[in-house]
């Protein structure tokens, strides 16, 4: 039955978005509100932004419609799982209130960053407020259990960090949804593994927001006005999800769940392309003297598109990279070590990055030479 409720979710997401999305689509045309085109950008021509706006709302209706037929037809929820499962999402859906709130703020006038990174590290406070921190590394370079002093401010930097690193990635059409789609689908199966059908719905529901969004991110056609964007609003509340789902799949909690092992290093593999080009572009900026929060165009997508891939081509190969990394992970973290895993990663990650930028050099070289 519980299958019945995760589809169920699904469909009510997908069709809730897909009525709101061109109605989003017809009011950012009227007043205006588009994402206008610059030198750092892809897009030539300006876009609605605002499609992020149809995300929360979806998702908050879906799960609470959701739960709320569960119950009615006589499901019982034990008290025990309850007692963490409502603080959580209650907390979690005041955290989600916020930055959705300060993402329409920013995608309409504008918000500075400053304001931003408070009312992120305001909202990421709510995860430990809660009782969600991550509580163990499962052995990553030696290091199981987590005291409250080292655990709780880690997870607010993590929150803040997987928040940043979405709105970081989204660069191309149908990048970020992209890599969340694939990430939310990832930990639907997790959850689903560990018996945790609430989390599983979450997942599944922000799911079915994406489809009928990537299909107008991607496919959508400008010049008929059926494209558009998810801009800050979009990009805060799914990095915001996502980094909920890996924080609450790494946590030990042998009330509620058994233990996984390598939990921590699966839970976070499903985001190892957003996090490391994060990692890799602010250490760039600061080697060469720039100021960390500087745009410029050094990710991972500008490097693709550098060695003349076109942006359906770099998303698509991105999205495959994300599936290969996390079931490289999943599959062989019972037989190697965390930090193992965890190193063979960044060194894949490093090389590809220096293979990437000799294709580039090579291209640039050779567009030099012809003329």
């Keep these: 039955m519980f299958i019945l409720y995760l589809i169920f979710a699904f469909i009510i997401s997908v069709f809730i978005a897909r009525m709101l999305i061109p109605r989003i689509l017809l009011i950012s045309m ?47 929820v034990a008290s025990i799982y309850a007692g ?44 430990p407020l809660s009782g969600l921190w991550i509580n163990n590394l499962y052995g990553l370079f030696g290091i199981y259990a987590l005291s409250p002093y080292v655990g709780i401010p880690f997870t607010v930097l993590a929150v803040v960090f997987i928040t940043n690193a979405i709105n970081l990635i ?12 694939v990430a939310l689908l990832i930990f639907t199966f997790l959850f689903i593994d560990k018996g945790l059908w609430s989390y599983a719905m979450l997942s599944v529901a922000t799911f079915g927001v994406l489809v009928p969004f990537f299909y107008y991110n991607v496919f959508g056609s400008a010049e008929r006005s059926r494209k558009i964007f998810m801009g800050d609003t979009g990009s805060l509340t799914l990095g915001y999800t996502l980094s909920f789902l890996a924080i609450k799949y790494s946590q030990v909690n042998p009330n509620v769940t058994s233990y996984t092992e390598g939990a921590f290093v699966i839970a976070f593999s499903t985001l190892i392309i957003p996090a490391f080009d994060v990692v ?25 598109l550098s060695i003349g891939l076109s942006p359906r081509k770099a998303m698509t190969s991105l999205l495959c990279m994300s599936c290969a990394f996390s079931a490289v992970n999943i599959l062989l973290m019972p037989y190697i070590n965390n930090t193992v895993m965890l190193i063979a990663d960044i060194v894949i ?15 640039l070289k050779k567009a030099a030479f012809n003329e």
């Design 170 to 181: 989204d660069g191309i059409d149908g990048l970020a949804s992209g890599l969340s789609s």
């Design 280 to 304: 890799r572009v602010v250490l760039v900026r600061i080697r060469e003297g720039k100021s960390p929060f500087e745009p410029d165009k050094n990710h991972i997508h500008h490097k693709l």
């Design 30 to 76: 009227r007043k205006k509100l588009f994402d206008i085109p610059d030198s750092r950008k892809v897009h030539k021509k300006a876009i609605p932004r605002l499609g992020g706006v149809s995300f929360f709302p979806t998702v908050l209706f879906t799960f609470c419609f959701i739960y709320a037929i569960r119950l009615l037809r006589g499901d019982v």
């Design 349 to 363: 990650w490093v090389g590809l990055n220096l293979w990437w930028d000799y294709l580039r050099d090579n291209r």
């Design 84 to 127: 963490y499962l409502l603080p959580e999402l209650l907390l979690f859906a005041c955290g989600m209130t916020l930055l959705y709130l300060i993402g329409i703020a920013d995608d309409l006038v504008g918000v500075r960053y400053r304001q931003k990174f408070i009312i992120q590290i305001a909202c990421a406070s709510f995860f």
